[in-house]
């Protein structure tokens, strides 16, 4: 659904990402490692289009991205769901409001859904938190609550960067097997981060590829994990 | 996108758009006391372009209106100069139509004043000689040495001739408050650029996280141009309203019968002012729409 093939990437100039190839594919499930500094965030600003590789080429749902245009990727979006690791929300709004926002800006009438959206709050534990600001949660809740508004409109690929970080081990079972739940039903995920410990635990329950980024290079990493 | 279907979307108020911007009271209140403000200009620009336009087209009404030539000569000269005098109009450069008035209308002229039976034929009345001009208007001053020389009981009475440099000054003073008129439209526009380009740098980050969720350009920037539209259209109604009051509120002049026509509306145009709100409105539109999807243009 997101392929990325022999892509090259730097800030100004200096080189961080290196001829990089990524497929991922319906089903699929991916973690990517790596030291920080890597460049993990960066490759997935690179799937969802915030950045444009120096050279390569990125397709996504068939379409190659240098031949769409800004609402063509708006829609694409829609289909994409992403937990940044700078959260981004709207402060002046609640986070029932934020992780609504995505039905809304695709043209759909958010009290329409209250059912899932009530559903997927109580599902990353934020039930009760739904009126507050976003400038009043707690690190590991504003995780979560991105990882809610990624989902809202049930997208066929996810992309979650650090999306445990916060999150005390329960709490990021919980979340992975929603991530699994969702792979399940076909949908590709990728997930940046450094707990092995989940890395792991997903494997006991998925065939989960392992990424490493590593000096510009994409490597599958061994089988010891 | 469809223009008509833009504006009805835009009207029917999505609830959704109109949430998604933080609110921000202080450009919020500069930009409808800006519309209020250039509101109250245009109306005035307005009477005075409706007020000169009056004026010149009364004045050069009656420019066009016939100039009179009276000939007072005893009665039995005064058909030999009647004569006479339509003969110099004849060769005289200038004249369309030159006729004298025959003894029934010089009789009504009369009428109000000494009844309808007056025998005019037989008083010493001076005969009037309606004289048309054409467009370029005739050379009094030799006319009037014309006539001297062969009726010399004939005066040209053109007293509504000082009034042409009247005429042009009130055409100059119509164009000049059509261009005040559009001058204020512009100067409006470039503030609401500016109120909108400041609300938009301060909601960037807004802006990227609606990019990143999905949002296409239009239904961002219908958040910033729904407000700044409502807030013009709100802030010229009650600038519009304000100088209409002052305008019917200014002593009349046209009572005191001078030439001068007051700095009003009169009848139908009463009406006109009521446009400046909607005109408003659509700069603000345009304006903020231009200014938001600028902004948007550099973030991915
Ligand atoms: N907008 C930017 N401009 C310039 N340099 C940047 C920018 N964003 C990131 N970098 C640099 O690019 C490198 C890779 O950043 P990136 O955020 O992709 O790393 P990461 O692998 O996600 O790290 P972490 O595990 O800490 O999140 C870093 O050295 C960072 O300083
Ligand atoms: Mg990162």
Same mark, same amino acid.
């Given at each position: 659904m ?9 800030y100004?100039g200096?080189?961080?990402l ?11 499930f991916?973690?990517?490692? #790596? ?19 120096a050279?390569?080429?990125?397709t996504v ?16 979006r829609?289909?994409?769901g ?6 981004g ?6 986070l ?11 043209g !759909? ?12 709050l ?13 400038a009043?949660?707690?690190? #590991?809740?504003? !995780? ?14 996810v ?18 097997? +929603? ?8 949908k590709?995920i990728?997930?940046?981060t450094h707990?092995?410990?989940l890395?792991?635990?997903a494997?006991?329950?998925?065939t989960a590829r ?6 510009? !290079? ?8 | 996108?469809? +223009? ?38 245009? @109306?005035f ?17 009656? +420019?066009? !209106?016939?100039? *009179? ?21 004849? *060769? ?6 030159a006729?004298?008035l ?7 002229? +009369?009428?109000?004043?000494?009844g ?5 034929? *037989? &008083?010493?009345?001076p ?10 208007g005739l ?20 007293? *509504? ?8 000054a ?7 408050? &059509?261009?005040?008129?559009?001058l ?28 990143l ?15 700044f ?6 802030g010229s109604?009650?600038?519009t @309203? ?9 002593p ?24 400046v ?7 603000a539109?345009w ?7 600028r902004?948007?243009k550099?973030?991915?």
């Amino acid at each position: 659904m997101i392929e990325l093939s022999d892509i090259t990437y730097g800030y100004d100039g200096s080189p961080l990402l290196n001829g990089i190839s990524l497929d991922l594919s319906p089903g699929s499930f991916h973690f990517l490692t #790596g030291p920080s500094g890597a460049g993990k965030t960066t490759l997935l600003k690179l799937c969802y289009l915030d950045l444009k590789p120096a050279k390569g080429t990125i397709t996504v749902f068939g379409a190659p991205s240098e031949k769409l245009g800004r609402d063509a990727i708006a829609k694409l979006r829609r289909r994409v769901g992403v937990v940044h690791q700078d959260c981004g929300f709207l402060e002046h709004l609640s986070l029932r409001e934020n992780v609504a926002m995505p039905l809304a800006a695709a043209g !759909q009438d958010p009290t329409q859904h209250d059912a899932e959206i009530d559903e997927l709050l109580a599902w990353v534990g934020l039930a009760r938190r739904a009126d507050a600001l976003p400038a009043e949660l707690s690190g #590991g809740e504003k !995780q979560r609550a991105a990882l809610a508004r990624a989902l809202i409109l049930s997208p066929d690929v996810v992309l979650a960067d650090e999306p445990t970080g916060n999150v005390d081990w329960e709490m990021s079972l919980r979340l992975l097997t +929603l991530l699994v739940e969702l792979n399940r039903m076909g949908k590709a995920i990728l997930i940046a981060t450094h707990d092995l410990n989940l890395i792991r635990a997903a494997k006991a329950q998925v065939t989960a590829r392992v990424l490493r980024l590593r000096r510009g !290079q994409l490597d599958v990493a061994g089988v010891d994990l | 996108m469809n +223009l008509s279907q833009s504006v009805l979307e835009f009207l029917s108020g999505d609830v959704n758009a109109k949430r998604i911007v933080p609110p921000s009271g202080f450009t919020a209140r500069l930009t409808a006391f800006t519309a209020a403000a250039m509101a109250f200009l245009a @109306v005035f620009a307005l009477a005075l372009s409706l007020a000169t336009h009056r004026l010149a087209e009364r004045w050069s009404g009656e +420019l066009a !209106q016939s100039s *009179t030539i009276r000939i007072s000569a005893p009665l039995e000269q005064r058909e030999a100069q009647t004569r006479a005098v339509l003969r110099i109009l004849e *060769t005289t450069p200038g004249v369309a139509t030159a006729r004298a008035l025959p003894p029934d209308e010089q009789r009504a002229l +009369l009428a109000p004043w000494f009844g309808a039976d007056l025998p005019v034929e *037989t &008083l010493p009345i001076p005969q009037l000689v309606e004289v048309v001009e054409t467009a370029q208007g005739l050379d009094s001053e030799g006319l009037r040495l014309r006539l001297s020389a062969e009726a010399p009981g004939a005066v040209l009475d053109d007293h *509504t001739r000082w009034r042409r440099p009247l005429v042009r000054a009130a055409e100059r003073l119509n164009l000049l408050g &059509l261009g005040a008129l559009g001058l204020i439209t512009l100067t409006m526009a470039a503030m609401i650029t500016l109120a909108a380009g400041s609300a938009l740098a301060a909601n960037r980050e807004v802006m990227r996280v609606l990019r990143l969720i999905g949002a296409r350009d239009t239904f961002i920037a219908r958040a910033f141009v729904r407000r700044f539209t409502l807030r013009a259209l709100a802030g010229s109604a009650a600038g519009t @309203v304000i100088a209409m009051a002052c305008i019917w509120a200014l002593p009349s002049v046209e009572q005191a019968g001078g030439f001068l026509t007051g700095l009003g509306f009169a009848g139908a145009g009463w009406l006109a002012p009521l446009l400046v709100p909607p005109v408003a409105a659509f700069v603000a539109f345009w304006a903020t729409r231009f200014a938001a999807l600028r902004a948007l243009k550099d973030i991915p």
